[in-house]
């Protein structure tokens, strides 16, 4: 189990204070009629208490189909509410798993993770809890096929339109609560800078002058062209601590062309000691891009020929 996990509250299946969900999953007759019995163990969730940007990272997840990992927020009871996140995960274990969150919402100080079977069409997210902002959430790479109930809080009624089922076990749903708080990733240039990064053709190192950062994190070398899209790609990854650090060296590819690398400097918000970085998407990262002047902290790589 990674370090990070030693110590913190890690919350797996089986939590009794999430009977709302089953509650809501419930016909008439007190059988559930939206839900999947999975046997007990068979699917569990590990997760940190973290700080967060626009994507929480999950430590663990277990299940034995597809399933969507659904992040949701603390309703004023302190049981599970409405949607603000949701990625596909494979049946089997996942590691490190990056869900991105609907940054126009702001989050509960307590979220929940929870585990709905993808039994509807494969990869297409048909999973409602009958709160009407469950339409917005953002999706990990899917499309959304669900009705959602247009008033105002929970319908029982809407969670049968639902073609993906919770997952639950004799005890309740597949389910894992933590903490989370607000880490904000905008700062002054005096605070998160990158100095001058270059390299000597055919060198296979990328001098990185000089790092400034409020708090530990990553320079990651992207190769590209420094856009959100499929095109970019993670070359390496090299820890700075906080505060100033000079000359940071970081390996060179062997095909390092002039203009189509950039070094970005990120802050380490997930799992502690893991670079979570995704160079399609950096704002969906775990590990989020600082911004100064309305813009990520960052260099491109010059070439010294």
């Not at 609907?102 to 993770?113: I, K, T």
């Not at 062309?257 to 704002?283: H, Q, R, W």
Request: proline fraction near 8%.
């Amino acid at each position: 189990m990674n370090p990070i996990l030693k110590g913190a509250a890690l919350a797996a299946v089986f939590v009794a204070e999430v009977a709302l969900i089953l509650g809501l999953a419930t016909s008439v007759s007190g059988k559930p009629t939206d839900v999947v019995v999975i046997g007990d163990g068979d699917a569990l969730i590990e997760v940190a208490d973290q700080e967060m940007y626009g994507a929480v990272s999950i430590a663990r997840v277990v299940t034995p189909a597809d399933a969507w990992l659904t992040i949701r927020a603390e309703g004023p009871d302190g049981e599970p509410a409405e949607l603000i996140g949701a990625t596909l995960v494979e049946a089997g274990e996942s590691r490190d798993v990056a869900v991105v969150v609907d940054r126009d919402r702001e989050p509960s100080s307590r979220l929940f993770a929870v585990l709905a079977a993808d039994l509807g069409q494969p990869g297409e997210f048909e999973y409602a809890t009958g709160y009407p902002e469950d339409a917005s959430l953002p999706l990990g790479g899917a499309s959304m096929g669900m009705a959602i109930p247009t008033d105002e809080g929970p319908d029982v009624g809407g969670m049968g339109e639902s073609a993906d089922k919770l997952m639950v076990t004799s005890d309740g749903p597949v389910i894992a609560g933590f903490a989370v708080s607000f880490y904000d990733v905008v700062v002054q240039i005096s605070e998160a800078w990158i100095g001058d990064a270059h390299t000597v053709a055919p060198g296979r190192t990328i001098v990185v002058e000089r790092v400034i950062t409020p708090r530990a994190g990553w320079v990651a070398l992207i190769r590209g062209p420094f856009l959100e899209g499929d095109e970019n790609e993670l070359i390496a990854v090299v820890p700075v601590p906080a505060g100033s650090t000079h000359r940071l060296e970081i390996p060179a590819p062997d095909d390092l062309a002039p203009g189509g690398f950039t070094a970005v400097l990120c802050v380490d918000l997930g799992l502690k000691g893991t670079p979570e970085i995704d160079p399609t998407d950096l704002l969906a990262s775990p590990d989020a891009p600082y911004f100064a002047l309305s813009y990520f902290v960052q260099v491109p790589v010059r070439v010294i020929r």
